[in-house]
């Protein structure tokens, strides 16, 4: 019996080195914390994503979500590249600024755009919507380059569905997204000397959202080229603001 206890304590550390590494232990709930892998079927087709429940997550309360739309170059199908720019990476550095649930689904083909996936987005939302305690006042959206089009193009094509959106260096026509979009709260971010996507693009939809009366609150990093997502996700206050907002349409 005295050689037990070590070699107990032993199967523990295996089994605490065994961990995913984009996950941590479960709760006291019994629900499992971190970014946790998922799956859903669209049309036949089984597509990956990824679902960060944060720490201290609990299903008696209603939890703020947000859903992130990530670039060209995180597309594909291993389920995990979304995470390795934008809001993946913010939450990884510092997880305790992102008390919410988050979204990350990832675009299959490069050259197509998200609005090509609508189903598979949506689709995903409402499964993440049934398996935790999501409160859905409080559902923003956001998202950079070709998912910061996304983030332009759900929001025009859902508006009842997000309190707040965050699209970055973005582009799309503004005369398809003002007038859908214009009673949302928008935080939009560019970089100045982005020579991929030109910041014009933001200035131009931002520009009519003004003329249309839309509240939308801009900000063009001066120097910055295509990566502005790193400066707009480490605002002090864009975690606060994306979590907390409610919208004119109460989120749905």
Not at 132 to 149: I, K, M, N, V
Not at 152 to 161: D, E, G, I, T
Request: charged letters at 20%; proline letters at 8%.
């Amino acid at each position: 019996m005295h050689n037990v206890l070590p070699v107990l304590c032993l199967v523990a550390c295996l089994a605490v080195f065994a961990l995913p590494a984009r996950s941590l232990p479960a709760v006291s709930s019994g629900v499992p914390t971190g970014f946790i892998d998922k799956t859903i079927s669209i049309g036949g087709d089984t597509l990956r994503y990824v679902v960060f429940v944060p720490p201290g997550y609990d299903p008696s309360t209603r939890w703020p979500t947000i859903v992130f739309l990530h670039g060209k170059g995180e597309c594909g199908r291993d389920g995990a590249r979304q995470l390795s720019q934008g809001l993946g990476r913010a939450i990884m550095q510092n997880r305790e600024r992102w008390p919410c649930i988050v979204l990350f689904p990832q675009k299959p083909d490069p050259e197509k755009q998200w609005k090509e996936y609508d189903e598979y987005v949506m689709g995903a939302l409402a499964a993440t919507e049934l398996e935790y305690a999501t409160d859905p006042r409080r559902t923003s959206l956001t998202g950079l380059s070709q998912g910061g089009h996304g983030t332009w193009m759900f929001a025009a094509k859902h508006p009842q569905r997000w309190s707040a959106i965050a699209p970055i260096c973005g582009y799309g026509d503004p005369a398809a997204i003002v007038p859908n979009v214009k009673g949302l709260p928008i935080r939009c971010y560019h970089g100045g000397a982005d020579d991929v996507v030109k910041p014009e693009q933001s200035r131009r939809i931002v520009a009519a959202l003004r003329e249309a009366g839309a509240a939308v609150d801009y900000t063009e990093y001066e120097g910055v080229n295509h990566n502005s997502w790193d400066r707009a996700y480490a605002e002090h206050d864009l975690a606060r603001w994306l979590i907390q907002a409610t919208g004119s349409s109460g989120g749905r």
